[in-house]
């Protein structure tokens, strides 16, 4: 007692602490939280079980993030543009599958919470052997090294059968009885948990990371390596290890990848794949670390969503990517951090009227875009299969040629009105910046 | 014999083919710095308009029209797309032309649908120029090694004798210095993107139906340019010529030597059972090995001679 009136300042910095923990990480405790609970808001209480589609779109959510957040390790923090980063993932879900299927045998024991670990492992090994390769380079030729690094898995998978198994896939069973707490993870909302954790233990661990040595000088390699080279590392050596801890993590990735499909195929380490990383990664943003995380949400979203609806979701996902790289190269993670000076200074509500002017003809041309999009797809692939083209109820006739011409309207003047409202929102998005600035200086 | 005979023009066929596509990326890339992934789907466009051209009115104007039409969508595509991202750096560039690859495939997965077209060789080219030892020589190859033929001289007329060309060469290894001297160097830019891309929609024309027309016709394409280009070396027409040659007939014999390394062990007394270590590498027959070549010969590459054959840079 009389220690506490000694030093009264130690219960306050203790609160403090407490205090400044929740504010620094509120966003992540706040993810998390919402992680856990989103399963049970689709919770069928009349049926007593889950949603099979939420929980498996949540769980494709956390894995993609995890491997989004390791290929950021090499494209957003260490500079390196990688074709090839989902023969890490790939190749730790092979492992993982291969893992999964000698404990089932009785080949020996390893707890089923821990098999993530054991893809994270095969990632890292083939990470340390491919890596030390393509570290040797930086820039565009390391972005080719990767680029045939990924041809050459995909067509080793596709050619050899004893490891890849093929075209057919290594096929697996995640129920091998060996869980620490009594689960036999087969409902998929105990392996969605199971991720979860992974997730969350990835994520911490990418995120220590970035504040050690090898994250800040990957950062220095990225930003000017010549100078890192001065100040004593070696850039390749620091490639090396960025590249290989990246592996390390797209195997974790993957290995979740297996756990929840019970399949591993060559479309694991295809381009196709390496492409998604690519794409979560920057239209989520790569100047951020939580960027990512965004993209993937987004990515997944779109994937699991969208494309029950539309045959040609993927051309708005590249659509989505130009329009970033052009005019938002910071991603969606950017964007944010750009409103964060006006957030402070309590000034976002003059930007209420702009955005309603820029966002409404946005909106319409978008409309259009889709409207001339889906017909165009309705004509050959849709009417292929078979379907007819509805919206909200009224069946439309492709054939027509009212629809084009109200769509084709829509992207016009949408378009038109967009390019003239866009220049106004800059002026005035300038406007508010050199208020904020003056308020500063006074 | 006859086989090596048939081979070599096989080969060559399909070196020219490559060289077409390739030529314009060198350009590209040693000028711009931009590696061109939306290169190949320019060639898979040249084969769907050639396709639809022909349909109809005829080959013969699809053998103009199409590449023009390429030519000008590439020259879209510099002024509007590329220059507008080149503020953000090379990477974002290398990242547009990747997300126009991309749109490019679906959008014409949605035209012209997920099935190959039947864009088919015309009548007037459809028979048999030679025979060597018994097996035929379509005409139709020997067109293509007509028109490509041609385009060498073209190309080779152009960058030597007239002034534009001289600019071009010199901003192929001194991109910097031309500007300062005063040329217009966005609009030597927009006229080599454009040039390129008509390249690569000629080959697609003459190509497409030599090979297949299909949507995935890009992203198989791709890959092997970019390996034949940073092979040959950056701002070398010449090394890329050399590498698109090397390229064709790698490619032509691994398909038809239907050898596998346990066949060569076998020469050495050794035989490969299913027993033996790595039996599954080691039974393997070169045409299947054939795909992987090109990847392993570009990583190599990289390794150890980072500036390709002829290369004048580094990559």
């Known amino acids: 007692m009389s220690e506490i009136l000694a030093h009264p300042g130690a219960r306050p910095v203790e609160a403090a602490g407490v205090a400044s923990l929740t504010k620094r990480h509120g966003p992540w405790l706040l993810a998390l939280a919402v992680t856990l609970v989103l399963p049970w808001l689709f919770y069928d209480w009349s049926r007593a079980r889950h949603s099979g589609f939420v929980v498996a779109m949540l769980s494709q959510m956390s894995m993609m993030a995890v491997f989004a957040l390791s290929y950021n390790m090499q494209m957003g923090q260490a500079g390196l543009l990688s074709f090839g980063h989902a023969v890490f993932f790939g190749l730790g879900g092979y492992t993982t599958a291969h893992v999964l299927n000698a404990v089932k045998s009785g080949s020996f024991w390893l707890p089923t919470e821990l098999v993530p670990l054991a893809g994270g492992v095969g990632g890292l090994v083939f990470a340390i052997i491919f890596g030390y390769v393509a570290t040797k380079q930086r820039a565009t030729a390391f972005a080719m090294i990767t680029l045939g690094i990924g041809e050459l898995v995909t067509a080793c998978a596709l050619m050899f059968k004893t490891f890849f198994g093929g075209e057919g896939g290594v096929s697996t069973n995640r129920v091998i009885g060996t869980s620490l707490f009594g689960l036999t993870y087969s409902p998929s909302i105990q392996v969605y948990y199971l991720i979860v954790a992974w997730t969350v233990i990835s994520v911490a661990l990418m995120l220590l990371l970035t504040r050690t040595a090898l994250g800040r000088m990957a950062n220095a390699c990225r930003d000017n390596f010549e100078r890192a080279q001065f100040v004593g590392y070696d850039p390749s050596m620091v490639r090396f290890f960025q590249f290989s801890l990246s592996g390390f993590f797209a195997g974790i990735a993957g290995a979740l990848y297996a756990l929840t499909y019970e399949i591993v195929t060559f479309d694991s380490v295809a381009g196709a794949m390496s492409a998604n990383a690519l794409l979560m990664t920057y239209i989520g943003g790569v100047g951020a670390f939580a960027g990512p995380v965004l993209g993937a949400v987004l990515i997944v979203l779109l994937q699991s969503w969208v494309s029950l609806l539309s045959n040609s979701w993927l051309v708005y996902v590249g659509l989505l990517f130009i329009v970033m790289v052009t005019f938002a190269p910071g991603g969606i993670a950017g964007i944010l951090l750009m409103h964060g000076p006006i957030w402070r200074a309590r000034r976002l509500g003059r930007l209420a009227g702009p955005y309603v002017r820029v966002l409404t003809p946005g909106v319409l041309a978008v409309a259009g875009f889709v409207l001339l999009v889906e017909l165009c797809s309705f004509l050959t692939i849709g009417a292929a299969q078979g379907k007819s083209f509805k919206l909200s109820g009224i069946t439309i006739d492709p054939q027509s040629l009212k629809p084009w011409l109200i769509g084709a309207l829509l992207l016009v003047v949408g378009g038109l009105v967009l390019w003239r409202e866009g220049r106004h929102f800059r002026r005035s998005w300038e406007a508010v910046m050199e208020e904020i600035k003056a308020a500063g200086r006074a | 014999m006859e086989l090596l005979l048939v081979s070599l023009l096989n080969g060559l066929v399909y070196g020219m083919l490559l060289f077409m596509l390739a030529s314009g990326l060198t350009l590209i890339f040693s000028m711009m710095g931009v590696l061109n992934f939306a290169h190949a789907s320019i060639y898979m466009l040249g084969a769907y308009f050639a396709y639809d051209i022909s349909r109809h009115i005829g080959f013969w104007p699809a053998l103009v029209v199409a590449p023009v039409l390429c030519g000008v969508l590439g020259a879209l595509i510099e002024m509007y797309g590329l220059r507008r991202v080149h503020k953000n750096g090379h990477i974002a560039e290398l990242l547009f032309t990747f ?30 120029l030679f025979h060597i030892y018994g097996t035929n020589f379509p005409a139709y190859r020997g067109f293509m090694l007509l028109v490509s033929a041609l385009m060498f001289l073209a190309i080779w007329l152009m960058l030597t004798r007239t002034r534009m060309g001289l600019v071009i060469q010199a901003a192929l290894t001194h991109p910097e210095m031309v500007g300062a001297l005063g040329h217009n160097v966005p609009r030597v830019f927009t006229t080599v993107f454009a040039g390129g891309c008509a390249l690569a929609g000629l080959a697609g024309v003459i190509g497409g139906n030599y090979l297949v027309t299909e ?101």
Request: proline share 8%.
């Open chain 2, 215 to 315: 949507p995935s016709m890009a992203f198989s394409m791709g890959p092997i340019v970019f390996v034949v280009v940073v092979f040959g070396g950056l701002g070398s027409l010449a090394g890329c010529f050399i590498a698109s040659l090397i390229m064709g007939y790698v490619q032509t014999f691994a398909v038809v030597l239907e050898y596998s390394p346990a066949d060569a062990l076998a020469a050495f007394g050794i035989k490969v059972t299913e027993a033996t270590p790595l039996s599954e590498f080691l039974t393997i027959p070169l045409p299947r090995i054939g795909a992987l070549l090109p990847f392993v010969m570009l990583i190599l590459i990289l390794l150890f001679k980072p500036r390709g054959l002829m290369g004048t840079r580094d990559t």
């Open chain 2, 99 to 128: 997300g126009l690859a991309f749109i490019i495939e679906k959008a014409v997965q949605m035209i012209w649908g997920l099935l190959p077209v039947p864009y088919r060789v015309p009548a007037l080219l459809d028979r048999t």
